[in-house]
């Protein structure tokens, strides 16, 4: 049968998903490739925010975009590689190696990270602004 898939959780909004149009969905919602690659992305800021408030850094906005690439190995298709890029803005210089360090430990201190068999990487950029 084909359609949608409704994602349901007790207290959160469904979530309708198809798959992607790699796979013969129409494109346009998400997919269980998307929601995984944006819970990666989702956990890692999270994460930082937690580790942030703890250590008492000061930070205006963190971006984080990520891309997952799926290939065949084996003859199974998995995610091979995940790219996580987070742009940290901070108030001044002197928080910029702080928030380098907060950065690479909230990278490791990820669930959902720790959690999957291949090891995403880390481009960060911490601005004054």
Do not use: H
Request: one cysteine or more; a neutral charge; glycine letters at 10%.
């Amino acid at each position: 049968m084909a359609g949608d898939v409704t994602v349901r959780s007790a207290g959160l909004p469904d979530l309708a998903t198809a798959p992607p149009p790699e796979y013969g969905g129409a494109g346009g919602q998400w997919s269980p490739e998307t929601l995984l690659v944006a819970a990666v992305a989702d956990c890692f800021v999270l994460t930082f925010r937690a580790m942030a408030a703890a250590s008492r850094l000061t930070w205006r906005d963190i971006e984080c975009a990520a891309d997952g690439v799926l290939d065949r190995t084996s003859g199974v298709v998995r995610f091979t590689q995940l790219q996580l890029r987070a742009r940290l803005v901070v108030g001044a210089q002197e928080d910029v190696g702080r928030a380098k360090r907060l950065l690479e430990k909230a990278e490791k201190g990820c669930l959902v990270r720790n959690s999957l068999a291949l090891q995403p990487t880390l481009d960060t950029e911490v601005a004054v602004g």
